[in-house]
């Protein structure tokens, strides 16, 4: 298998299209040409050089990991080449329009990346599934050519498994606790105002307005202020034509409260973006709302799973029924001087912090036990 260094998406484009495959790994929006190329045009600085590996195989194009040179500048005595990927990507892997890559492509990956002029000091791929093939393979053979190859722990992440339940059933296996917030929320609506929600999926005028809906909540929520401005309207309309937009509004007088941005992908839902105007937090909003998206997840788009995407946050457990977790990829290149440097305090930094751990634990229990009360009892 050839693997050819592309510099921009255009060689990529019409010949392949993460949406249509039938392969496991294609099947999420993180892996689709779509997604990497609004990311790169409107989610990352220009100071960012793509780095797109494609693998040619009988004359044609058959996957592409996309990568970028110079997001990150920390590395010593050079830049890292890293995974075209940051706080916006909720996972990451390599673009596939197949059944997936034979194992020899991330072989021969591994072996492109070693052999490149720019002999990186730091290569990262983040967030990775630990259960693809891409995480194992490349693990294995950065490894094998040469590297100090580490992994780093991203993020938990919560999602219910719907196991073939409508959404009545759903509801039943949640907590009564969860269930009855949910009916005095929609009750306090009911007996203030007028209210209700609106889902857009298509692109026109409609996707516009709610598109400035979602940001005016989101903005007088306690969310940070986005950091790419473009992004978010460009994945709106992106989706909206792959099909896969569910942009949710709960309107209350006439006005948007509260605001989400899902995605319905090959029997998924994804929650990407939440948010609700602080200023009537105690309505509840975004409570009804998330009821309501779920309950068109479940009975109307007929997915199998609904997934809360990155991130621990509490609430996140009373809705979803599973947590996994998103691990990363490091790993240094040790014939290089910045290399060595920034593999030699990593897993030194590493050693320092199981020690201390290891010192701290041998001291709590007698700290504890000197200090513990006699039980009254």
């Not at 299209?17 to 045009?41: K, T, Y």
């Not at 009988?58 to 920390?74: K, N």
């Not at 296996?173 to 298509?202: H, P, Y």
Request: hydrophobic fraction near 40%; include cysteine.
């Amino acid at each position: 298998m050839h693997v050819l260094l592309l510099d921009n998406f255009s060689d990529t484009r019409k010949h392949l299209s993460a949406s249509s495959s039938p392969g496991r790994e294609a099947q999420d929006i993180f892996f689709a040409q779509e997604w990497f190329e609004n990311l790169a045009q409107h989610g990352f600085d220009t100071a960012a050089q793509l780095r797109l590996w494609a693998f040619e195989q009988e004359g044609r194009l058959v996957g592409c990991v996309p990568m970028a040179d110079g997001v990150r500048t920390d590395a010593p005595f050079g830049s890292t080449l890293g995974s075209l990927s940051n706080y916006y990507s909720c996972l990451y892997g390599p673009i596939n329009p197949g059944e997936g890559l034979p194992s020899e492509a991330w072989a021969s990956l591994a072996k492109a990346i070693r052999q490149h002029p720019a002999r990186w000091p730091v290569v990262e791929f983040h967030p990775l599934d630990t259960d693809s093939s891409f995480y194992r393979g490349m693990l294995a053979n950065l490894h094998a050519v040469g590297y100090w190859v580490d992994t780093l722990f991203c993020f938990g992440n919560w999602y219910l498994d719907v196991a073939g339940r409508d959404y009545a059933q759903y509801l039943t296996s949640r907590t009564s606790k969860l269930r009855s917030n949910i009916t005095r929320a929609r009750k306090k609506l009911d007996a203030t105002g007028a209210w209700e929600i609106q889902v857009i999926t298509d692109e026109g005028p409609a996707l516009e307005h709610a598109i400035r809906e979602f940001e005016r909540v989101y903005n007088l929520s306690w969310k940070q202020p986005e950091p790419y401005p473009e992004f978010i309207p460009g994945l709106c309309r992106m989706a909206a034509r792959q099909g896969w937009l569910r942009l949710g509004l709960l309107n209350y007088e006439g006005q948007a409260i509260a605001a989400q941005l899902w995605f319905v992908v090959n029997g998924r839902a994804l929650i990407y973006k939440i948010a609700y105007d602080q200023a009537q937090s105690a309505l509840s909003a975004g409570a009804v709302l998330t009821a309501d998206m779920i309950r068109r997840a479940i009975d109307e788009d007929r997915v199998h799973e609904v997934d809360y995407l990155s991130g621990d946050d509490a609430y996140k457990r009373h809705w979803m029924s599973h947590r996994r977790e998103r691990f990363g990829i490091i790993a240094f290149n040790p014939r290089t001087l910045g290399g060595l440097i920034a593999g030699g305090r990593h897993f030194l930094g590493k050693r320092i912090k199981r020690w201390r751990a290891a010192l701290e634990a041998r001291r709590t229990p007698a700290a504890e036990g000197a200090a513990a009360p006699a039980d009254p009892s």
